[in-house]
């Protein structure tokens, strides 16, 4: 039987908000860990293989971006829609764009597998990590847009106001993914052992199966997929509404694969452990994104609804809730972080390289210092996307990555190495999230947002 939505556009604000994100925390974290079990399993077979999963990032990022702006666009217009009680348009959205996703990220992994080789030279790959990358990417670019589809999935479950589903699917994509790393990598018992081969078939064969999850539970619990179609005008008309966030939005997100890709390269010129400990330091800052994550995720739906149904007051109130937050989780984790880089790089070091640990506790130690501000940055961007305005949201990314974050690691890099790497981009990031600060306190309230609304 299909379930009603969850109506978010009454209640306590915190409430609320603690209340999708805490559900979701489960789901954060195991996301981080689905990550992270391959990089500790790809460290136990040496520098190399780790410095060739870190070259895979930025490429995977360009996949998850396109992915995430669907999502985030499909969660907009449908969490409005509900919002405006209108459930039919809600479910022909849900379905007419996780087919856009399916097209469009797979020619895109297409079109990345074809390139491999140019790609990963210019970013400074070197020619005895580059047949690692192709082993890793044999498995992964062929299928990335099956592989994607449970991002707008459980993006849709989110609008609905439901945390728990979306967050119980990624548990289990973790807990799947920590089962097959070590017999696939490894191959323990009669499994094949296919080293970073066995890592690419894990991660692509658990997101396939957690798609399928998100999917029976979107269709049977709340009814928002309809029959797939080929009508192109009403399919035209579906694109047309996700694109107008979801287009900006990709823009936004593809410039963070490209900055990526640049840092990447600038990491490259210093040798392959300092790659190494950049890709596991990567992997283990995802730790002190978990909490910032999960209220991040559950802001679109509940932002959308009230939104879509005139409660101005409460996406104002929803916002000064996310800056306090964000704040105070940065200055805890830059901290907690500073103090335990020395235990945390020995996890990844199995093959006890001195400088790979040495590294990775300078980034460990630097890096934290810009999480406040950039979650604050990233929180004003959601809630720009969720109330229809997506170009101020590029324009805030676009200033942050382009204007700060690369510049300022290029010159860090020509003066300090490594360390002026990192410490441009935190200099970047509390530059932008203290301009996003000001903006949203401008353009995120609920007399601006009621002035809008009347004026023609």
């Known amino acids: 039987m299909n379930k009603q939505h969850v109506d978010l556009t009454q209640g306590h604000i915190g409430r609320q908000m603690i209340g999708m994100a805490v559900p979701m925390l489960a789901g954060t974290f195991s996301m981080t860990a689905f990550n992270l079990a391959d990089t500790w399993f790809v460290a136990k077979l040496g520098i190399l293989p780790m410095a060739a999963m870190s070259y895979t990032f930025p490429v995977a990022m360009i996949m998850g971006s396109v992915a995430m702006a669907l999502g985030m666009g ?6 409005q829609a509900l919002g405006e009680g209108d459930r039919e348009k809600a ?42 990358i192709r082993q890793y990417m044999l ?85 928002l997929v309809a029959k797939p179609h080929l009508r192109i005008r009403e399919l035209v008309h579906s694109w047309g509404h996700v694109l107008h966030i979801a287009g ?33 330091g990567g992997r283990v800052e995802m730790f002190a994104y978990l909490c910032p994550m999960a209220l991040g995720i559950s802001l679109v739906p509940l932002v959308g609804q009230n939104y879509g149904a005139g409660r101005y007051d409460r996406v104002e109130g929803c916002r000064r809730w996310s ?4 704040l105070g989780w940065g200055a805890v984790i830059a901290v907690v972080f500073f103090l335990a880089a020395p235990y945390i790089a020995p996890l990844f070091n199995s093959k006890h390289d001195a400088v790979m640990e040495r590294e990775l506790v300078l980034y460990l130690r630097i890096m934290p210092f810009g999480y406040g501000l950039r979650e604050v940055l990233r929180y004003i961007t959601i809630f720009l996307n969720a109330i229809s305005r997506p170009m101020s949201s590029l324009a805030l990314n676009a200033i942050f990555l382009v204007g700060f974050n690369v510049p300022f690691a290029v010159v860090g890099e020509a003066l300090f190495g490594v360390a002026g790497i990192y410490g441009g981009v935190v200099l970047g990031s509390n530059l932008a999230g203290l301009l996003a600060l000001i903006y949203g306190r401008r353009k995120v309230s609920e007399a601006a947002l009621a002035q809008v609304t009347v004026t023609p």
């Open 323 to 326: 800056e306090r937050l964000a």
């Open 248 to 280: 900006p939005a990709f823009v936004s997100n593809l410039l963070m694969p490209l900055s990526a890709f640049v840092l990447t390269s600038l990491v490259g010129r210093h040798g392959d452990s300092v790659v190494a400990a950049y890709g596991a």
């Open 91 to 132: 479910r022909r959205i849900s379905t007419d764009c996780m087919l856009l996703t399916l097209v469009l990220v797979e020619l895109l992994g297409l079109a990345m597998f074809a390139c491999m080789g140019p790609v990963f030279r210019l970013m400074n790959a070197s020619e005895e990590v580059l047949p690692m």
């Open 139 to 223: 498995w992964y670019l062929p299928f990335t847009g099956l592989a994607f589809l449970s991002m707008p999935a459980n993006s849709i479950l989110r609008a609905a106001g439901n945390a728990k589903w979306p967050s119980l699917v990624m548990v289990i994509g973790a807990v799947l993914n920590c089962v097959l790393d070590p017999l696939l990598i490894f191959g323990p018992w009669k499994f094949p052992a296919l080293g970073i081969q066995g890592a690419s078939i894990a991660t692509t064969l658990t997101r396939i199966l957690t798609f399928f999850l998100s999917i029976y539970v979107l269709h049977r619990t709340y009814g």
């Open 74 to 79: 499909t969660t907009v217009v449908v969490s």
